[in-house]
């Protein structure tokens, strides 16, 4: 079978882009995206992020 021949019959066969799967990549990263941003945004308003406990012994140098 010639090597054009194969390569004709694959191409039926490939998945179709449209735009419904465009939205749901778009829509997935957005999603994480937000999580991880509403993640920092919780760690950066923690009381205890700026505070270090000093030991007995006082503040290591």
Known sequence: MPLF?????????QPRSGKRLDMVDIFALSLTHALMLLAVWRM????????????EDGPRA
């Open 5 to 13: 021949l194969a390569a004709q019959g694959l191409t039926p066969r």
């Open 44 to 55: 950066l308003q923690r009381g205890d992020l700026d505070a270090e406990p000093a030991g």
